[in-house]
């Protein structure tokens, strides 16, 4: 009765797509769980986190060192890009001359969308060679750090710009009129008042670099070990699903959905997070 | 606070060291981050452009992708492009124009679908290739395929598009609603009519972004489309998407370097093309939007 | 299905009310009624906006509705097309019958209501297209598939509203290119091309520059006797010049009423109710 006329019908219609798009987050829950259920149940947690070492042919299965390296790496990434990508926001509102303004967005908006096999390449191609230099053989958690890090500074800088512009013009000249210097209400005001926005944005950062897979796979040589020092090689739980999925069977395969599930949960908590601080900033 | 009443002559002395810092922080940082992006841009057209030639494009590979072109790549990293653009270009319309048009602001299920999409926006791409593998790849039964790969990545920039398409709509004043009910237009019309025309550049900037995100994946491909680097002959063949290609001459083909870095070059020339033109259009939404 | 007059999609010529020249027209205060409200309620999410409002509005005559911003008047008009039917929270009850039909009817066809009542915004709201199309995509959403009957009537429409000579030579330029009354004149072509026997005017010169405020007056004004036109203002000075009817309403216990409803010229020379006399004599609003 209610599909009597074209509209409804147009909208029932609408509804369906809208419906299936607000699904797939479930099913993609639904999916890695039903995976990774077996390993869940013959492994247990207890196997995941207090067996040695990672032999998943030897029913092995400790995760702990790969779920080290990845957060060692995210926070080595962030440390370095935080501050860069901080810093060249700020630079391009406020110091940049106009003319460089355009074409240095342009850039960032680039390296944003640089593929992330296109940096693992130059990775591995340039950067590799050159820690090696220093420690060979140079595929290293450092150079996992430097790439990634270059992978998410943009994020950083996107997400500080729109932040810092969100700042009411009424602040900027509240503090004119009080007669701070540009340096005196970058910091006492508008970094401040930005804040929420820019910890948004480091926050999805560090989602993206947890969940980077392929440049860190090219880069940091892959042994699982826990890392001691920057030029130890290493294995994220990213890269070991992309290297194990071709040849892994049962308990093995459900294994590295596990993993898949720890991942998704992980950045699941630092977006949601980072949406609850910009939505609280936005509520200020 | 001391400085706001400090004369111009001992400006800012108490926090000096602080204030000077700022400039130089930020210029430092912006330098760090240019030279890297420069670095590797230049990198990539320095040892790929001598690879770059007819052949290249047109050639199919030979000795495992260490000599002759790319071709059936690009073959089908258009196939799996296309595929998923052509997938979730109506699903994210729906999607967008439903929550826009039809559901009332603060409904619930607009709210959990708004929240969806952002989980989904940050969900890792090697999640995306897992979901793949298991949903399309064995529960649907469409194996190693093009159909496959194109259907999770179609997954992968719905939340681009549908929040893109929404801002559109949401730019479009209500003026322009209220005028097309009052002329009469059905619900149906006034969406294909006016509001879907006066959000059209939106729409499509968040498409362009959308194939430039899809175009540069490689983790959710490799369990999904695979690697084989023949011709592919229809949808549910395997067929290598050039990030793939990239990733393989790089890591499992020794001397491949050489034509991964072509391969490179060939991807991020067109991931310029395509993000230029997007930015293009979303600089000019914004001064439609300043100037109106 | 029974059919109403707003059920039966093509018929376009109506009761009468057409295009004509200026001088055809029905003559006008026969006071016959077009539009009947009988205890109109309107709230927006359970606040009352409008409470107890009954009227009649006289075919072929300008009806004002004056008073203060935030006193009902654009509400009454929308529920009259039914746009209120557009804001979520919204809650209409009374009965409003339109050419004796009820418009609250389940089998009330509302496009083509909206094609017979047709209604001028206060901010003029041409689309973002050419000239041309914004007066084209109407007629052929309303199924004028022959493309002479279309252009004949956006002549007729743009010639009505002395908008032709204007735009006569631009008709594919955007329509946002025009000036502010122009803008509005083309919106109000729009609606006359549907060949519509009602018009609403939600303040339609309001948001226009003095010189374009009194083109469209005089242009409203021309309408009288070819159309039911009912128009919101707050200009009092510009009722009295267009209208036959005047509605004066105001807000009592926080809800917009009708306080007073007569012909224009005795709800100004003598009004019964001694809100009215203050506010058309400016002593309150």
Redesign the interface.
Known sequence: MFLRTPDSRFAFGLGIGAVCVSSILLLIFLFVTGEALPALKNVGLRGFLFDDAWYPTDESFGLVPMLVSSFVLSVGAILLAGPVGVAAAVYRLYYAPSWIRKPYRWLVLLLAGMPSVVLGLWGLVVLVPLIARIEPPGTSLIAGILVVSLMVAPTVTIMSESALEGVARSSWSGAAALGLSRESTLWNVVLPAARGGIAAGILLAAARAIGETMAVLMVTGNIVQMPDGPFSAVRVLTSNIALEMAYATGDHRAALFVSGLALTILVLLLSLTAARIAGLKNNV | MSDSFSSSTERGRPHRIRDALLPVAAHLGTLVLCGFAFWVIMDIVWRGAPGLDWSFFVDEPTSAGRGGGIAPILVSTGLIVITAIAAATPLGLAAAIFLVEFM??GSRFAAWTSLSLDVLAGVPSIVFGLFGSAFFGLWLGMGFSILSGGLTLACMILPLLVRTTEQGLRMV?D????????????RF?AVR??LL??AGSAVTAGLLLGLGRATAETAALIYTSGYVDRMPSSLFDSGRALSVHIYDLAMNVAGGDENAYASALVLILFLIVVNVAAMSISDFLLRKKVS? | MKTGPYTDKNDASGSGYTLGPVVSGPECCTPEAVIAVRGLDVAYDGVAALKDVSLDIYKGCVTALIGPSGCGKSTFLSSL?R?TD?S??CRVSGSITVDGWNIHAPEVN??????KV??I?Q?P?????SVRRNLD??LR??GISNRYEREERIETALIDVGLWDEVRDRLDASA?SLSGGQQQRL?IA??LI?KPSILLMDEPCSALDPLSSATVESMVGSLRGRYTVVVATHNLAQARRIANYAAFFWVKDRAGALIEYDTCGRLFETPKHKLTAAYVTGIAG
Request: charge should be positive; glycine fraction near 10%.
């Open positions: 009332p602001t004043p003026d322009w609603r209220r005028g097309a009910a009052a002329l009469g237009l059905s019309s009519l006016v025309p006066a109106t | 097309n746009l557009m979520g929270g509302l496009q083509e209501l909206r094609r047709g209604m915004f901010r709201n041409p689309f973002p297209f995509m109407p959403e309303h946002l919106c729009r609606a549907l």
